[in-house]
């Protein structure tokens, strides 16, 4: 199992992700959203010129909100600092865009941005289409090194839906997810699989994948309830119960939609949403406040046991080890730990000291 870890991407952090080198983890991913953050190509440079080994990539990047020549670039230009060790983490955009008040990128739109991106990644020329007008486009001055693109940088693609993960089959180096049922997972992995067969391409050996996922190391006698518990899971918990929320909005607000973990404070979040200040097309702003940094105070009674349980790796450090191998056995083999912005560093140190080394 890989150790990874996601963070509020603060341009003040990147000594962070030093920090969990020395502790041992094997990987950082370092999230891109605009209106909530600082600059994580910014927060990468700094960060790979101050480590050695750990493997440094976004957390993930955003098609939306820029070009693929410019991602494409971008993160040659981190590999060109960590060469060998910078990756490319990318969806179509569920928190970047929608604090905009948009919708992700559409799948059609997103194929097309990752062929532009992992053909100029290869080096070679590619047909780009801008405004309407397509010109082939290809690096220039690539001996000179402003970019690294010797070094293969993969491409872990972030999907959930079926089309994403066929895309993911079709252009991934691996896949990024927030966890499911089994069911849910296995229906993925086919649709990947499925990508994949349809591109002409085997996946590659290891495909890597890797859960993006809240956590909390329980002492004996802690239970779920207790606020420690809340505090370092609840940014995490209550991110996915937005998420849930725009997806059950979206696609026609059918009850099916909802994770069965939410379903017992359902109506009660549905309240707030109505009750919010802001008129139904700005909205979007205090509904993600808070995203994956901090529990909003009024979200505190939507932290249930069953919504801890169900979105996050949580229990003592045996019970943890046998949720990984749950997550082995569906076939992932790394987690990306994102706790609340004042607990990060007791999180990551929770696991490295009292979980990594019984699986290590």
Same mark, same amino acid.
């Given at each position: 199992m890989e150790f990874g870890i996601c963070f509020d991407t603060h341009i003040d952090k990147w000594d962070l992700i030093r920090y969990v080198e020395e502790l041992g983890?094997?990987?950082a991913w370092v999230p891109d959203s605009q209106m909530i953050w600082s600059d994580c190509y910014a927060v990468m440079a700094l960060a790979a010129q101050a480590t050695k080994r750990i493997k440094i990539g976004t957390g993930v990047a955003i098609p939306g909100t820029r070009l693929a020549p410019v991602t494409a670039h971008s993160i040659a230009t981190i590999n060109e600092i960590a060469p060998?060790?910078? %990756?490319? =983490?990318? =969806?179509t955009g569920h928190t970047a865009m929608r604090v905009m008040g948009q919708h992700p990128m559409r799948i059609k739109e997103f194929r097309e941005y990752l062929r532009v991106v992992r053909t100029l990644l290869k080096g070679e020329a590619v047909e780009y289409t801008y405004a309407g007008r397509t010109r082939e486009i290809q690096f220039l001055h690539q001996d000179l090194h402003?970019? !690294?693109l010797e070094h293969p940088i993969p491409i872990y693609v972030a999907a959930n839906g079926p089309k994403a993960c066929e895309i993911a089959g079709e252009f991934g180096d691996g896949w990024v997810t927030a966890v499911g049922s089994p069911a849910e997972v296995k229906a993925q992995r086919t649709m990947i699989d499925q990508g994949a067969r349809k591109a002409g391409r085997e996946l590659p050996n290891p495909f890597d994948t890797t859960a993006l996922i809240g956590g909390c190391v329980l002492r004996p006698g802690e239970k779920l309830t207790d606020d420690r518990v809340i505090d370092e899971t609840g940014s995490f918990v209550s991110a996915i119960l937005h998420f849930a929320y725009e997806?059950?909005? !979206?696609? =026609?607000?059918?009850?099916?939609?909802i994770p069965p973990y939410f379903a017992n404070v359902w109506d009660q979040y549905l309240a707030r949403v109505e009750d919010m200040s802001l008129p139904e097309q700005?909205? %979007?702003?205090?509904?993600?406040? =808070?995203h994956c940094t901090y529990l909003q105070p009024g979200e505190r009674k939507f932290m249930t046991p069953e919504a801890i349980k169900g979105s996050c790796l949580v229990g003592t450090p045996e019970e943890i080890v046998h949720q990984l191998s749950e997550l082995e056995k569906l076939g992932i083999h790394g987690i990306s730990l994102l706790p609340p912005a004042e607990f990060q560093r007791k999180v990551f140190r929770d696991f490295s000291e009292?979980?990594?080394?019984?699986?290590?």
């Open positions: 983890y094997d990987r060998g060790r910078t %990756f490319l =983490g990318i =969806g402003y970019l !690294d997806i059950w909005k !979206d696609m =026609g607000k059918k009850d099916e939609l700005a909205r %979007f702003r205090q509904i993600h406040d =808070g009292l979980v990594m080394p019984l699986v290590r």
